[in-house]
C-alpha cells in the first residue's frame, strides 16, 4: 500500500510526546494516549484527517501506548485499527489479539486499549475514529429503527476473509479520496457517502450485540402499526409528539402500542422518540456553529435543563462538551 494520506502530514518526530499530543489532537481530544513504559526513542510520525464525525490517522512508531476515553468516560467513539506492516499486540478488556495485515480491533465507546508493537518490522497502521451517533444512523438505515442499547462489536476483526475486506477496501477508498487532489473528490459529500458505506459494511461484516437484528432485514415481521408508528415518529420529530398521537397514526391504542414497543423494541414509544431526537440534536450541533438551546429547540426540546440531563444520560457527556468539539 503507497503511504496513506500523504498530503496530511501532522508530525513527523524523533520525540514520541509528538506523536501522542498529534493523536490526541487528531481525533479531537475524544481520547487520552499515554505511553505504558518508558519513551522509546525512533521514528515517530503521524498523518491524518478529522471531520465532525470522524477522524482517520496513519501512524509509525514503536511506542507502546494506552489508548483510553478523555476524562476516563464513554465520548462517543468506535475506533477500528487495522495494520499496515508489522504487527502489534492489543488488548481489549481481557481480551488479546495480535494486529495486522489479515486482523484487525475495534474498540467500542467507553473501552480502554493497549497497542504493542512487535520487534521485527516497522510498525505501521491506520486508526479510524467513527462517531456513535454515525454508527445508530445507518444501523437505523438497515433495520428502521435505532438501537435500543449500544452496538458492541466483537474485538477482533478479520480483514482475510471477504466480509472483513469490505471494510478494509472501503476504507482505503475513502483514504484515497482524502488524499486525491481532485475538487470533485473533496467534498464533503462524497467523503461521507463513502464513510456511510464503510460504516454499514462494518454492521454487516462484524459480529456485535445486535446482528441478530441484521440477520432478520429491515422491518421483518415489524406490525404494520408498527411500522406506522416508526412513519409517524420520523416524519414529526422536530415536533411536540404525545403517545396519543403516535397511537392515531398508528391506527391503535396506546396500550396496544406500548406493548408492541416493548416486546419488539425493547422499549417505550416515548423513549424511542427521545432517543431518536438526541441523536438529531447530536448530529445538528456537529454539524453547524448554532448554539445548542436553538438546535434543542429546533427539534422540539422545550425543558433545556431535562434536555441537558437525558443528553449526558445517553452520551456520556453535556451539549457543550459536543459543541466545544466543533
Not at 460504516?199 to 450485540?209: C, E, G, I, M
Given at each position: 500500500m503507497p503511504t496513506p494520506l500523504r498530503n496530511h502530514l501532522i508530525t513527523r518526530s524523533q520525540n514520541p510526546v509528538d506523536l501522542l499530543n498529534a493523536a490526541t489532537c487528531l481525533f479531537g481530544g475524544s481520547i487520552a494516549a499515554s505511553p505504558l513504559d518508558e519513551l522509546r526513542g525512533g521514528r515517530h510520525e503521524l498523518r491524518g484527517v478529522a471531520a465532525h464525525d470522524f477522524a482517520v490517522g496513519y501512524f509509525v512508531s514503536p511506542l507502546d501506548v494506552r489508548v483510553a476515553p478523555a476524562g476516563g468516560g464513554n465520548h462517543g467513539s468506535y475506533f477500528v485499527n487495522i495494520g499496515v506492516s508489522g504487527a502489534i499486540s492489543a488488548l481489549r478488556g481481557g481480551l488479546r489479539v495480535t494486529l495486522d495485515q489479515a486482523t484487525g480491533g475495534v474498540a467500542n465507546p467507553g473501552d480502554t486499549q493497549e497497542l504493542r508493537p512487535l520487534p521485527g518490522r516497522r510498525t505501521r497502521f491506520l486508526g479510524l475514529r467513527i462517531d456513535a451517533a454515525l454508527v445508530h444512523q445507518e444501523f437505523a438505515a438497515l433495520t428502521g429503527h435505532l438501537p435500543v442499547s449500544a452496538v458492541r462489536f466483537d474485538f477482533a476483526l478479520d480483514v482475510a476473509n471477504s466480509k472483513g475486506q469490505a471494510v478494509r477496501l472501503l476504507l482505503c477508498s475513502l483514504l484515497e479520496l482524502l488524499d486525491s487532489q481532485d475538487p470533485l473528490f473533496q467534498r464533503?459529500?462524497?467523503?461521507?457517502?463513502?464513510?456511510?458505506?464503510?460504516?454499514?459494511?462494518?454492521?454487516?461484516?462484524?459480529?456485535?450485540?445486535?446482528?441478530?437484528?441484521?440477520?432478520?432485514?429491515?422491518?421483518?415481521?415489524?406490525?404494520?402499526?408498527?411500522?406506522?408508528?416508526l412513519a409517524f415518529i420520523e416524519a414529526n420529530i422536530a415536533e411536540r409528539i404525545s403517545l396519543g398521537d403516535i397511537a392515531d397514526a398508528a391506527g391503535c391504542s396506546p396500550r396496544t402500542l406500548s406493548s408492541a414497543f416493548r416486546s419488539r423494541l425493547g422499549l417505550s414509544p416515548m423513549s424511542y422518540v427521545r432517543n431518536l431526537r438526541l441523536d438529531r440534536i447530536r448530529e445538528d450541533i456537529l454539524a453547524s456553529t448554532d448554539p445548542v438551546g436553538t438546535i434543542a429547540y429546533r427539534w422540539g426540546v422545550w425543558h433545556l435543563g431535562r434536555f441537558a440531563g437525558e443528553y449526558r444520560a445517553r452520551f456520556a457527556e453535556l451539549p457543550s462538551d459536543t459543541a466545544a468539539r466543533r
Open positions: 464533503v459529500e462524497l467523503q461521507r457517502s463513502q464513510l456511510r458505506c464503510l460504516v454499514t459494511a462494518l454492521l454487516l461484516a462484524q459480529p456485535h450485540s445486535h446482528t441478530g437484528e441484521l440477520r432478520d432485514g429491515p422491518q421483518l415481521g415489524l406490525p404494520r402499526s408498527l411500522r406506522a408508528a
